[in-house]
């Protein structure tokens, strides 16, 4: 049988690589920060990692991590329920519960599975789940999981959503679900007009703030600090592998009723594996850090606000911003890609991304600012962006 299947998926992935799609990985080798070195021994300003306050390599964290290697040991070896359940893990969940206002918080390995096990056990045919167009990818699969009823509404677009949840008054309960920030554009969910909505349609909500938490409101406690509205969402999910340390884990904390539901019910908290200790631990330490400063939520709004006024002084076509997310816009699919190369070669690492990935005539080019960038790291991309525009006539 191998032979027919091996023959087909080489055409697959032929077809793949002819549609300019195969997705390629660069190796580095060294940690993951604002400059890192590359396999092949290139060194290179990294403004495409999900770094946003600069912690992957933060000497605190690594300390708090290794200290727990040698208190709690490697790993768990099981499921939270059966043995699993370690006292790191347990203060981890309180301090992401104080961290945003909410009444308890579940760990899961990743905000993938957080997503992927929430509406199963919560929701079943009678209910609706009104979700954004533009919601990642393990939302879209949670939904997928879950018999509720599906509504779809435009990217931020509060009419539809207020179509939906007339014609979802039919079901017995809704939930409405957005990212917080959508991650093509780094624009910032209408947390407060989707809150009013509900309340005036009878709904709940749940918000996604994996590219938001960190970086969005003055202290970086998201879209409810953002809004005003902490403890006010019923559901919001979130990842330690972005802001918050970028190793792994994920959480969904809100409203203490449906985190025991989810202890119960929930398959990837059911049956796969603990957060190891070392990143239970380095998470305690990275909440208690910025619980006692702000200075890297105010470098990272500082850093974003001097970039993006650089490259507008600059000519650059850039879409509003309320995140560390910064779109720079070329339109054009081939020139996005031609201009990241040409970037590296400056030694400035940026993602050119295209259809599919963005709407047809939209590609751009996506940099994620962090508060592990200098200002001279900035002035050197925005430099070298200028000088590869001018060379391809994006600019004059
Ligand atoms: C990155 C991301 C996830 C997945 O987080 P992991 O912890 O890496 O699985 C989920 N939702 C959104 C909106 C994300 O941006």
């Known amino acids: 049988m191998y032979k027919d299947f091996q023959s087909y998926l080489k055409t697959e992935l032929g077809s793949i690589k002819k549609a300019g799609l195969y997705k390629e990985e660069r190796v580095i080798v060294s940690p993951q920060r604002a400059d890192i070195k590359v396999a092949g021994g290139k060194e290179v300003l990294n403004f495409c990692a ?6 992957s390599d933060n ?4 300390k708090a991590a290794k200290k727990a290697l040698d208190t709690r040991g490697y790993g768990m070896s099981s499921v939270r329920f059966i043995c699993g359940t370690g006292d790191l893990q347990k203060e981890l969940e309180k301090k992401i519960s104080e961290f945003f206002g909410t009444e308890d918080t579940i760990l899961y390995t990743s905000c993938f599975d957080a997503n992927g096990g929430v509406f199963e056990p919560l929701f079943n045919e009678e209910d609706a789940i009104i979700s954004d167009a533009l919601n990642h990818a393990s939302i879209i699969d949670g939904v997928r999981l879950c018999k509720a009823v599906r509504y779809r509404y435009a990217n931020a677009d509060m009419k539809e959503l207020e179509d939906c949840l ?16 959508f991650s093509m ?6 947390v407060d007009k989707i809150y009013a909505l509900a309340k005036k349609y009878n709904a709940m909500v749940m918000v996604d703030e994996s590219h938001s938490a960190g970086v969005v409101g003055k202290t970086g406690r998201g879209t409810t600090e953002l809004y005003k509205l902490r403890g006010k969402i019923e559901i919001l999910t979130g990842t330690l592998g972005k802001s918050f340390g970028g190793a792994v884990g994920g959480f969904t904390t809100g409203k203490k009723e449906i985190i025991a539901m989810l202890r119960q019910r929930s ?3 059911l049956f796969s594996n603990s957060i190891p200790p070392m990143v239970a631990a ?16 105010d470098k990272l709004h500082a850093n974003t606000a001097y970039f993006v006024d650089k490259m507008k002084k600059a000519g650059f076509d850039i879409k509003p ?7 720079v816009m070329l339109y054009d699919a081939k020139l996005s890609q031609q201009m990241a190369a040409k970037l590296l070669d400056e030694g400035i690492y940026v993602v050119g991304f295209y259809y599919p990935v963005v709407p047809k005539d939209l590609a751009r080019i996506r940099v994620q600012v962090s508060a592990g960038h200098s200002k001279k790291q900035l002035d050197k991309a925005v430099a070298a962006f200028t000088k590869i525009a001018k060379e391809l006539k994006v600019l004059k």
């Open 321 to 327: 911003t309320q995140s560390a997310i910064c779109a």
């Open 282 to 297: 380095a998470g305690i330490e990275m909440f208690n850090m910025m619980s006692q400063t702000n200075k890297l939520q």
């Open 59 to 62: 000497p605190r964290l690594i």
């Open 166 to 181: 007339k014609k979802a008054q039919k079901q017995r309960y809704r939930i409405i679900v957005t990212d917080g920030v």
């Open 185 to 190: 554009d780094g624009n910032v969910a209408p």
């Open 267 to 269: 398959r990837p908290y």
């Open 50 to 55: 999900n770094n946003y306050l600069g912690l």
